[in-house]
Nanobody, 115 residues
């Protein structure tokens, strides 16, 4: 089983930055991609950023130019650097692993952007 634990969420003013971390532990199979999703209150969960095993990245339009996904394979960590945060970025952010055994989710970390 794969366990994913997110951290780094919190409250920040508009224009601020946060870096989210996702730590993978347990018996880790082949990981095809790591993804960050978010879910705002009353809305569906949406894909924010993806990084493949080959290091290719992809972003939602809302995240392009402001968010950066990266990974440290040696430490089984995935990061989401979020800059120029806006109130509409307020959500619970989830880490997801797409693996050869299936999909795994973390428990989420709250990000609140407010003045």
């Amino acid at each position: 089983q794969v366990q994913l634990v997110e951290s780094g969420g919190g409250s920040v003013q508009p224009g601020g930055s946060l870096r989210l971390s996702c730590a993978a532990s347990g018996i880790i199979p082949r990981i095809h991609a790591m993804k960050w999703y978010r879910q705002a209150s009353g809305k569906e969960r949406e894909l924010v950023a993806t990084i493949t095993s080959g290091g290719n990245t992809n972003y939602a339009d809302s995240a392009k130019g402001r968010f950066t996904i990266s990974r440290d394979n040696a430490k089984n960590l995935v990061y989401l650097q979020m800059n120029s945060l806006k109130p509409e970025d307020t959500a619970v952010y989830y880490c997801k692993a797409d693996t050869s055994w299936g999909f795994y989710w973390g428990q989420g970390t709250q990000v609140t952007v407010s003045s």
